[in-house]
């Protein structure tokens, strides 16, 4: 399992650092990526990394203020994100793709499709 955590309550312009920690399984064969879910909005892959060669894609919402990172010692995946926008808010998931069956760019759209694994989410709230 993968079990979220860093979320809470920010004003615009603020940071947060989430992370996604494994158990169970380690990470260093799979993708991971961060899939945000707001009302109205839908869901939308934020972010991915590919564990084996740290290759990394982001959505053009997030590029410039997101960085994803990994930890292979700890078994997990950070995503620090700064710049924070009232738009931001949202439950953010982190799931885990086995295999590979896509480049990571192309991963990213499709990350609610390609899920094998997800954590049970956590809120991020950005106030004006």
């Known amino acids: 399992q993968v079990v979220e955590s860093g979320g809470g309550l920010v004003q615009a312009g603020g940071s947060l650092r989430l992370s996604c920690a494994a158990s169970?399984?380690?990470?260093?064969?799979?993708?991971i990526g961060w899939s945000r879910h707001a009302p109205g909005k839908g869901r939308e892959g934020v972010s991915i990394?590919?564990?084996?060669?740290?290759?990394?894609s982001y959505a053009d919402s997030v590029k410039g203020r997101f960085t994803i990172a990994k930890d292979n010692a700890k078994n997990a995946v950070y995503l620090q994100m700064n710049n924070l926008k009232p738009e931001d808010t949202g439950v953010y998931y982190c799931?885990?793709?086995?295999?590979?069956?896509?480049?990571?760019?192309?991963?990213?759209?499709?990350?609610?499709?390609?899920?094998?694994?997800w954590g049970q989410g956590t809120q991020v709230t950005v106030s004006n």
């Open positions: 990394i590919h564990f084996p060669d740290g290759l990394i």
């Open positions: 169970g399984f380690t990470l260093k064969d799979y993708s």
């Open positions: 799931a885990v793709v086995y295999g590979d069956p896509e480049a990571v760019e192309a991963m990213l759209p499709e990350l609610d499709e390609l899920a094998d694994v």
